[in-house]
């Protein structure tokens, strides 16, 4: 049994697409699995069982990562395709199945579009896979004790980010209103870019109570590091999906976004929306209060 699998290009829609390949790996055993996605996602699949390769797939002019991708796997012959990019690939191979996204109903969070293609009731919730190897690397990071807040405070557009100064005073808050963060330790995460912004954040929490992760190209090891955290507060982001998807609680931060279309998927996920002033919603207008009131609630 071989399985083609093309999912994102951004990490967070890579992350929800996780859910659907758990289910084919489920109902499939022993298959083995070739995952195409986007650079950032690449580390998403490493360690997917039975897995025999990722191909990366970095877009070009004219569409021709397309016809790369085709090329690599055209002369296998694969018995279920699964092709969330709504490309043509799918009928370009031999294959014995074939499930091609649809369009978009704008009615259906993402991982219930997902589920949709193989009529699964209830969703398939998003599973990550993380090798022994990065799970000690995360450790070797990490605080050797005391609780963890973790703290994501940058996103991919201007409209989905949190003020970093809101992030500071939030973290000030906590300690010094709430008891059981009175002594807690902050982990803040982002890519390599946003280093000045965590460095920021950082210089406002108490000496020595903060751990920069930046720029670490392996998201599984930023997976486990979330996972050892007591919260996850998070700009509507990659980072937001990652954290939910290893159960640990996870406050979403969102903007114009829908949140009932791409909030992250989880049991323990509270979302926090910008209240909508004059005809906008900005995110810069959620307030301190109501993210503390998400955080209790999730921890609740």
């Known amino acids: 049994m071989r399985i083609l699998f093309i999912t994102a290009?951004?990490?967070?829609?890579?992350?929800?697409?996780?859910?659907?390949?758990?289910?084919?790996?489920?109902?499939?055993?022993?298959?083995?699995?070739?995952?195409?996605?986007?650079?950032?996602?690449?580390?998403?699949?490493?360690?997917?069982?039975?897995?025999?390769?990722?191909?990366v797939l970095s877009k070009t002019t004219f569409s021709g990562h397309w016809f790369r991708l085709w090329n690599e796997v055209r002369k296998q012959r694969w018995d279920i395709v699964v092709d969330l990019r709504r490309s043509l690939i799918p009928y370009l191979v031999r294959t014995q199945r074939r499930y091609r996204l649809g369009p978009d109903d704008h009615r259906s969070h993402r991982v219930e579009l997902l589920s949709q293609l193989f009529n699964l009731t209830p969703p398939s919730p998003p599973t990550l896979w993380v090798s022994a190897d990065q799970q000690a690397k995360a450790q070797a990071l990490l605080p050797n004790d005391g609780l963890i807040i973790a703290l994501c405070p940058?996103?991919?557009?201007?409209?989905?980010?949190?003020?970093?100064?809101?992030?500071?005073?939030?973290?000030?808050?906590?300690?010094?209103?709430?008891?059981?963060?009175?002594?807690?330790?902050?982990?803040?995460?982002?890519?390599?870019?946003?280093?000045?912004v965590l460095h920021q954040i950082a210089k406002s929490l108490p000496e020595g109570r903060s751990t920069i992760l930046a720029g670490c190209s392996n998201l599984q090891c930023v997976a486990a590091a979330l996972s050892q955290c007591a919260v996850t507060i998070a700009n509507d982001s990659g980072l937001a999906h990652l954290a939910a998807a290893t159960g640990v609680p996870t406050v979403a931060l969102f903007g114009p976004t829908r949140a009932d279309l791409y909030k992250p998927w989880g049991m323990r996920v509270a979302v926090v929306q910008a209240p909508e002033k004059q005809g906008r919603t900005c995110i810069s207008d959620l307030e301190i209060d109501d993210v503390v009131a998400g955080i209790n609630s999730v921890l609740d």
């Open 154 to 196: 940058t996103a991919a557009r201007p409209e989905k980010t949190w003020p970093a100064d809101r992030f500071s005073a939030l973290a000030a808050a906590l300690i010094r209103v709430d008891q059981k963060f009175s002594s807690a330790n902050f982990l803040l995460v982002g890519a390599e870019e946003d280093r000045p």
């Open 9 to 55: 290009t951004r990490i967070g829609d890579a992350v929800i697409s996780t859910g659907l390949l758990s289910h084919l790996l489920k109902q499939n055993l022993g298959a083995r699995v070739t995952v195409a996605c986007g650079p950032l996602a690449e580390s998403l699949f490493t360690a997917v069982p039975g897995l025999d390769r990722v191909i």
